[in-house]
């Protein structure tokens, strides 16, 4: 087995490869505007670093948010993209998930990311593998009322005023590692679409604007 | 050399810029597939597009469109030469998942990528049309994004602009005139076909940048169609204090007659200018039926060749992609680097990313 993750929901660019018993490569650059640019070379190193191309690959996974908009996209269309041409299976997580995983809290914690215009995505866990409910999208103060004094980790932690806010970076080994972990116990496995949890700006034009006083 | 080969390269041109999910296959300057899908029935009711609609629409559509291509060109992608797709200009998020997608095939199958300006794209379609372009050639690109005079010596290497719209593009001004009038989204075609019933000469509506100061001067080949379209409101909405009807046939053809009138006296003076003889229309509104008529009358007047692409390679697509692609390749250039930047303000002069 050789499966590649790769998560561009948060300002990280981040890939992994894992061969079913642990990690072989993984790589991320934290660089918010860039994400167009750093996934295909991210993938090209890490499969150039243990000497493998893509047609080895069996499997594929990515993280589909919650995310603002444009960065997620990058990540959902390089799976979808790279699954049909090299004809295997590809798997989405929620990208809050790994966050979680890669805490290896035992405790009850949320997991926070920035969702840009003063608001943050957010999920609650019983412990690293359990997501109590769905992933949701709220005001910061709203968020921290509901979580008290809860551990808040993830890229979004600092970003507000939360009690407890230890702020990590979301990487794609630990989302790898979670793949292969519910790909032999049998959790949740996504299809490879973004959690927008958010409907586009948009209003329907009023009534036609007069020229003349 | 196999027999294939000699026939040009096998390209795959992604176009994710505006509105539609265009994916092309071209074999040197044959067309083989052209896969579009459209999100403009969402936009309708906004009036415009709608970035986030169209770039979540680009989205959906993109692996669809890939494998219609391939069904309709009868190729495989391990076949194809190379990839090419729009790196701008264009809407930001919907250039980047275009970009994301090509990136992935040309990781894939191992393949160059060329990175490609839209606007180069719009003028190398018609090497599929009408084999390979002179050079130099002229361009005049319109569409609900562009209206630019170009002056093109090689389309994969050297463009120059001429002139460019001051304010609106046209295909904007068809928009927001359809809108007044009642008519649908987006306006070119209803517009267009209003206008068949109408004397384009009952009203006379304004020609920006066309006075003899203008003409004289360092705007002579740029465009102005915001005062137009402020003129068709004005003289629209007079009439309905008045309490008269509004001769919407008339207003249509009138309106359209001013657009098309400077578009093609300022192409072919460019043309005269420059002593270039072909022409090359292209973008969206290069579909417009008048447009093509009063071309090839100022051009056939100005000893001229005019090299019309059949309306679906005017508009957004693919193949266009594909064709300069293939041009590229053709020439030998350099291919872009897999962490070239998507950009959606790309300046016209710069053709590969
Ligand atoms: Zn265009």
């Not at chain 2, 393949?111 to 084999?131: F, I, M, R, S």
Request: with cysteine.
């Amino acid at each position: 087995m050789l499966l590649l993750a790769f998560d561009t929901s948060t300002p990280a660019i981040t890939v992994a490869l894992h061969d079913g018993s642990g990690v072989l490569a993984s790589s991320t650059v934290v660089d918010a505007r860039r994400h167009g640019e750093l996934l295909a070379p991210g993938i090209e190193a890490v499969l150039a670093e243990v000497g493998r191309s893509p047609a080895d690959l069996t499997s594929i996974v990515v993280g589909v948010g919650p995310g603002p908009f444009t960065g997620l996209r990058v990540g959902v269309v390089t799976a979808r993209t790279l699954g049909a041409v090299l004809g295997i299976e590809v798997y989405g997580i929620c990208s809050l998930d790994a966050v979680a995983w890669a805490s290896g809290l035992d405790a009850a914690f949320a997991v926070v990311t920035d969702a840009r215009r003063r608001e943050v995505y957010w999920a609650t866990y019983s412990d690293f593998r359990v997501r109590d409910g769905v992933a949701a999208v709220g005001r910061p103060q709203a968020v921290a009322g509901v979580l008290g004094d809860r551990p808040v980790i993830g890229p979004g932690a600092g970003v507000y005023p939360f009690v407890d806010a230890r702020t990590t970076v979301l990487s794609a080994a630990a989302l790898a590692e979670l793949a292969a972990y519910r790909l032999t116990t049998g959790g949740e496995l996504l299809s490879p679409s973004p959690l927008y949890l958010r409907r586009p700006d948009a209003t329907p034009p009023g009534e036609r604007k007069r020229v003349l006083a | 050399m196999t027999a294939a080969s000699a026939d040009g390269p096998l390209v795959l041109g992604i176009e994710t810029s505006c509105d539609e999910t265009g994916v092309g296959i071209v074999r040197g300057t044959t067309l083989l597939a052209d896969a579009v899908a459209s999100s403009v029935a969402e936009h309708e009711r906004f009036g415009g597009v709608v970035p986030e609609v169209a770039s979540r629409a680009h989205l959906e559509a993109m692996v669809p469109m890939i494998e219609r291509a391939c069904a309709e060109a009868g190729v495989r992608l391990v076949d194809v030469d190379a990839l090419a797709v729009t790196a701008g200009p264009g809407l930001a998020g919907a250039l980047l998942v275009g970009d994301a997608a090509a990136k992935a095939l040309a990781l894939a199958l191992g393949k160059p990528l060329y990175g490609v300006n839209h606007l180069a794209a719009h003028v190398a379609v018609d090497q599929l049309e009408h084999g390979l372009l002179p050079e130099p050639t002229l361009a005049l690109l319109v569409s609900g994004g562009h209206s630019s005079l170009l002056l093109v010596p090689d389309v994969t290497s050297d463009v120059r602009q001429l002139g460019q719209t001051m304010d609106d593009a046209a295909g904007e001004a068809f928009d927001k005139v359809a809108r007044v009038l009642g008519l649908g989204f987006p306006g070119g075609p209803y517009v267009d076909r209003a206008a068949r019933e109408g004397d384009a000469a009952s009203i006379a509506f304004p020609r920006g940048l066309t006075g003899p100061r203008d003409m004289a001067g360092e705007h002579r080949f740029d465009f102005s169609f915001s005062g137009l379209k402020s003129a068709v409101a004005r003289w629209v909405e007079q009439r309905e204090r008045d309490g008269e009807t509004v001769p919407v046939p008339d207003v249509a053809a009138a309106f359209q007659e001013a657009v098309v009138d400077v578009l093609t006296r300022k192409a072919v003076l460019a043309a005269q200018e420059a002593g270039v003889d072909h022409l090359v229309l292209g973008g969206g509104v290069a579909a417009n039926s008048r447009l093509r008529v009063l071309a090839q009358e100022r051009c056939d007047a100005a000893g001229i060749r005019l090299r019309v692409p059949r309306p679906g390679l005017c508009t957004d697509n693919g193949a266009m992609v594909a064709a300069l692609g293939a041009e590229l390749v053709r020439r030998g250039r350099t291919p872009s680097a897999l962490d070239h930047a998507a950009d959606s303000s790309m300046p016209v002069t710069q053709v590969l990313a």
